[in-house]
């Protein structure tokens, strides 16, 4: 980060938890951010100063096993339980991550379009279609629709 840092510069880490509000944290010199990368939807918005910072990831044997990445049954069963306890089961769970390109679809599409300069269209093009097939199996739609009903209801 950088110790001249003030309001205008950008640079802010965004970070939020799953169907949760949003957090944007402003890059002050010696700040730390530690999250769970797989767990935390995040980004760092466009910054009009040189910034400098220093991302370290941590990966280990028990991280992306199958059952961190893929949806089964069990987990579609969830569309039959209450909202809110779905959202506690995908805010706690990697699982969020097959679910979070297209409940959080236009913030996504965004921060495509504010961080890859030229190559943003054809990225939101592949996002779009990869949000368009996840849409297209009913019960996914169904979750992801809910999922986006309990955002726009939260306070």
């Not at 205008?8 to 890059?27: H, N, Q, S, W």
């Not at 010696?30 to 760092?44: E, G, K, T, Y």
């Not at 466009?46 to 370290?56: A, D, G, H, M």
């Not at 809110?84 to 995908?90: I, P, Q, T, W």
Request: overall charge positive.
């Amino acid at each position: 980060m950088y110790s001249s840092w003030k309001s205008g510069d950008g640079g802010e880490l965004e970070v939020t938890p799953f169907c949760g509000k949003m957090a944007r944290i402003e890059p002050l010199h010696s700040r730390m951010a530690i999250f769970h990368s797989d767990r935390m939807l995040h980004r760092v918005l466009p910054s009009i100063k040189p910034r400098y910072c220093f991302t370290i990831w941590i990966d280990g044997a028990n991280v992306n096993s199958d059952n961190d990445v893929f949806l089964k049954a069990k987990h579609l069963a969830l569309l039959q339980r209450p909202t809110n306890e779905m959202v506690e089961f995908f805010r706690n769970s990697p699982l969020q991550r097959l679910l979070a390109r297209a409940v959080y679809q236009d913030e996504y599409a965004k921060s495509l379009l504010e961080c890859q300069g030229q190559g943003a269209p054809c990225m939101v093009d592949s996002h779009n279609a990869n949000v368009s097939a996840l849409q297209h199996d009913k019960s996914l739609g169904d979750m992801v629709n809910r999922l986006q009903e309990y955002i726009r209801k939260t306070p």
